[in-house]
């Protein structure tokens, strides 16, 4: 049997088991190492996912809040157009419109003409500034609106009202005015709002509103 004999001197015999030695530790470092970076990468790959889960998650927790708020108006327009069409479906079902108007225009005399008309529904809140001006208007009537002003301090019936809008020359062309919108049965109530005297391009005028209650 042979045996192999190590004939180098022992110094030289030291230094290749020192390197040897070096080389397996340098292997078993970076081994480590790598190991470890590995790990760490994917730690880092699930964070990022978790992330990325979380960023999904907020987003569609917003788009449906925001989808929520958008129903909710939805639904608030919905009960809004639902009370316009009932009270719209009302004016057109319960009232001759053609003969409220056909009233208006033949109460209309020479030196009374309108400017707007305005059909409200319910109570609407005076003009404070100038009603004291309508009360010296009714006094050209002989006092035949003397409860124009007597009505203005009670509460209003509930219903559709017609706002009109006009000027008249004198107080006796507007007198003369309510008094043909007061007669039949057109209207429940006949109020003058206020009227003030108004300068225009070349002469001056009554501005007044009258309001009727149908």
């Given at each position: 049997m042979n045996k192999q004999v190590n004939l180098l001197p022992k110094e030289i015999t030291e230094e290749e088991e020192n390197r040897a030695r070096?080389?397996?530790?340098l292997i078993a470092v970076f081994g480590t190492v790598g190991f470890v970076l590995l790990f760490l990468l994917m730690i880092e790959?699930?964070?990022y996912e978790a992330k990325d889960e979380i960023f999904r998650n907020s987003k569609e927790k917003e788009m449906l809040?925001?989808?929520?708020?958008?129903?909710d108006l939805l639904k608030e327009k919905?009960?809004?157009?639902?009370?316009?069409?009932e009270i719209l479906s009302k004016i057109i079902d319960d009232i001759p419109w053609h003969q409220t108007f056909f009233k208006i225009s033949n109460s209309i005399n020479q030196d009374t003409w309108l400017e707007q008309m305005d059909v409200t529904a319910g109570d609407e809140t005076e003009n404070k500034e100038?009603?004291?001006?309508?009360?010296?208007?009714?006094?050209?009537?002989?006092?035949y609106f003397t409860s124009a002003n007597k009505a203005n301090e009670q509460?209003?019936?509930e219903g559709l009202k017609i706002s009109i809008y006009g000027y008249a020359v004198t107080n006796i062309d507007l007198a003369e005015f309510m008094a043909s919108l007061s007669t039949g049965n057109k209207f429940k109530s006949?109020?003058?709002e206020y009227a003030e005297r108004t300068k225009l391009q070349e002469f001056e005028a009554m501005?007044?509103?009258?309001k009727c209650g149908i």
């Open positions: 070096f080389r397996a530790w790959e699930r964070i809040q925001e989808m929520i708020s958008k129903m919905k009960e809004k157009l639902s009370l316009k069409q100038k009603a004291e001006a309508a009360a010296e208007i009714i006094k050209a009537s002989g006092g509460k209003k019936n006949v109020n003058l501005k007044f509103l009258i």
